[in-house]
């Protein structure tokens, strides 16, 4: 059993999601008694591979092709499976985000491996390799038995906690045989957005519905946010009435999060809402009706009026933060 | 040109989702099938290019046993002109992908679109899988979608922003949100019913591919314990309560 795991790198830096994927992988490589190997693309310095080393992979491939300069899911792959096949890698590991979600399907059809998509905790038996993974969008999981050889899963994000488990690193540069044709898709230009943190990485999301009445009512989110670290985020009709903008969309039809605190301001939870929230770890609704579905799912309410509870709420996020 | 969406049945948004056996069978008494709302957003996208004047023929595909029909019948209705159903079980993906590409030979298509994901298993594999079997390029989860003269204009929501890309056909793609600008839903009227049960529906047999998966068990999610509820003048309380007891702030 060897374990390969894809940790993308943002202009030669790791996010928080790889050292969770790179801890997830060790955790599973302790049980099967093998070793982690962690695959990245481009040049990366000495002291930025040696992070992966702190959450345990063992040996780091760098795949230093430049035609992997601009993403081609059909490049990566083939890349990717090069350095499977070398390793001898039974498992591999994916976040499961656009990146790994563009390239594991691919693999699996190459190396004819089992996939399990948004796997969201270890392994339950490695033999059979049973993994849990989230199905109905989020109203129910799965236990899913992967019975090919070669399997590959791809790991929620938030579903496991980082931890440091330093060991001394190998690191191998790869050059990949890839075919021309793999870059069939032309990017023409990036746009870049705000430059806000997106709604999948934040750890804290201060998310806001139709009962805020307008775009002109975002500013004291605004602020909560910026007193907690926070992401924001909104539910569809205030994308679709362009209070907010698109990326800010979560739930069934936009983004899914999973955030260690989700606070909903005026949002009814409708069941497509919560589709996109139900697997943040803790939620507190603000709103005026008792009867809200929301107050079903969360773990924290408020009945109130948010104009009134949340500049209330910001002094008192203010005054624990300048505490503690 | 020709196009194949890829239409899943899928249980409706608002079911209340159970399951029996032994908690190793989805329960489906009691569900209303839809269309996958990813690629129900794809076919609206693909009708109103159609009805902006770009030639376009669309054939449905999917794989599904015959109960998936009513759902096939609802895209006809919409406006697709014929549809092909692989009469087996969908129960693994990559069964699935293998068969829909195995369609894709068999016509002279020149473009796949998939949703961005089911709703049911959430997999969102089918369209990389499917592209690798034809070893074709693809796009994941298009968030504009575009056709001129012999060239797909493309935009796909990324890490930071936004990238806008330039295909051309053959051409695998999965639709996301915003693959259609302003979706009006696509009610079928009764004429529309009417000429739908009219189309063409194929049914062919499939073709072989091993299936390396297999659910063994559901579990629903622990219930979670009843909302604490905080008086709107005391939210020192509700700090209180995040940063002791749920510890995350
Ligand atoms: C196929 C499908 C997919 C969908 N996908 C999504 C999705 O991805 N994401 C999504 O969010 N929705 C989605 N929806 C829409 C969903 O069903 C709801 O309509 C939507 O979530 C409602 O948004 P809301 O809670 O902001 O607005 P509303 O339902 O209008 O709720 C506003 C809430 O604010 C409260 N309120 C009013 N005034 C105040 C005040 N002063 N202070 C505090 N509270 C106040 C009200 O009591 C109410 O509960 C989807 C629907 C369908 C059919
Ligand atoms: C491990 C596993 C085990 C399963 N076991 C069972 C089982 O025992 N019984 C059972 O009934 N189901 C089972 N399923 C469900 C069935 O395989 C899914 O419907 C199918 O895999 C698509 O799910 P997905 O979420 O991975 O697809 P995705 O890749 O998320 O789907 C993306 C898009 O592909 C298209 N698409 C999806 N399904 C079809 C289809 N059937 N025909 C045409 N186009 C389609 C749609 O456009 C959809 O938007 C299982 C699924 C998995 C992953």
């Known amino acids: 059993m060897a374990i390969l795991i894809y940790t993308q790198n943002y202009d030669g830096k790791f996010k928080k999601s790889v050292f969770e994927l790179v801890t997830y992988g060790a955790a599973v490589a302790k049980e099967l008694g093998t070793e982690v190997t962690a695959v990245t693309t481009g040049k990366l310095d000495t002291e930025t591979l040696k992070e992966l080393g702190k959450y345990g992979a063992e040996k780091i491939i760098t795949i230093t092709n430049e035609e992997l300069n601009d993403f081609s899911a059909q490049a990566y792959a083939y890349a990717i499976e090069q350095v499977a096949k070398k390793i001898n890698a039974d498992l591999i590991i994916f976040g499961n985000n656009p990146y790994g979600r563009a390239i594991a399907p691919r693999l699996s059809v190459k190396l004819n491996a089992g996939l399990a998509a948004g796997v969201t905790a270890l392994p339950s038996s490695v033999s059979p390799f049973t993994v849990k993974k989230r199905v109905f969008s989020g109203k129910a999981f799965a236990d899913v038995v992967i019975k090919s ?100 969309h979560v739930g069934q039809t936009g983004k899914v999060v999973a955030p260690n605190l989700y606070i909903a301001i005026g949002i009814s939870g409708a069941i497509q809402h919560l589709a996109g929230v139900n697997g943040s770890k803790v939620m507190v609704v603000i709103n005026t009706d008792p009867e809200a579905p929301f107050f079903e799912a969360a773990d924290y309410g408020i009945i109130g009026d948010a104009f009134e509870v949340v500049p209330k709420l910001n002094e008192a996020f203010k005054k624990f933060k300048a505490e503690n | ?64 046993t015959q109960e998936t029909e009513p759902t096939i019948r609802k895209a006809l209705a919409m406006g697709a002109d014929d549809a092909v159903r692989v009469n087996a079980e969908a129960s693994d993906n990559l069964f699935i992908a293998k068969q829909i590409a195995e369609v894709f030979k068999n016509g002279d298509y020149d473009i796949i679109i998939t949703g961005k994901e089911s709703i049911d298993y959430n997999g969102g594999q089918l369209e990389g899988m499917i592209a690798e079997f034809l070893n074709l390029p693809s796009v994941s989860g298009a968030s504009k979608f575009d056709i001129e003269g012999d060239k797909i204009l ?28 302003e979706p009006e839903p696509r009610i079928p009227n009764m004429r529309g019913i009417m000429t739908a049960r009219k189309k063409p529906l194929q049914v062919v047999e499939p073709v072989d591919q091993d299936a390396v998966t297999e659910i063994i068990k559901y579990h629903l999610p622990e219930p979670k314990p009843a909302c604490k509820m905080i008086d709107p003048d005391n939210v020192e309380e509700l700090v209180r309560l995040l940063h002791e007891e749920a510890k995350v702030i």
């Open chain 2, 154 to 181: 493309l935009e796909q929501e990324i890490e930071g922003g936004t990238l806008k890309l330039e295909a051309s056909f053959p051409f695998v793609v999965s639709a996301g949100k915003g693959f259609c600008p």
């Open chain 2, 1 to 64: 040109m020709k196009a194949l969406i890829c239409i899943g049945h899928v249980p409706d948004t608002t079911s209340k989702i159970k399951f029996t056996d032994n908690d190793t069978k989805f329960d489906t008494a009691d569900i209303k099938y839809i269309i996958g709302p990813y690629e129900e957003l794809a076919l609206t996208r693909l009708l109103d290019l159609r009805d902006a004047g770009t030639d376009m023929h669309i054939t449905t595909v999917t794989v599904g």
């Open chain 1, 149 to 248: 050889e070669t399997k590959i899963i791809t790991l929620n994000q938030n579903s496991y906690k980082v931890e440091e488990n330093p060991v001394d690193i190998s690191t191998e540069e790869f050059t990949a045989e890839i075919p021309e044709g793999a870059y069939a898709v032309k990017p023409i230009e990036t746009v870049k957005s705000s430059g806000k943190m997106s709604v999948t990485d934040a750890e804290i999301l201060v998310s806001g519905g139709r009962g805020l009445k307008g775009p002109e009512n975002w500013g004291m989110i605004e602020e909560m946010a910026e007193i907690l670290g926070a992401g924001t985020s909104c539910s569809r009709p205030v994308s679709d009435l362009d209070w907010r903008p698109h990326e800010e």
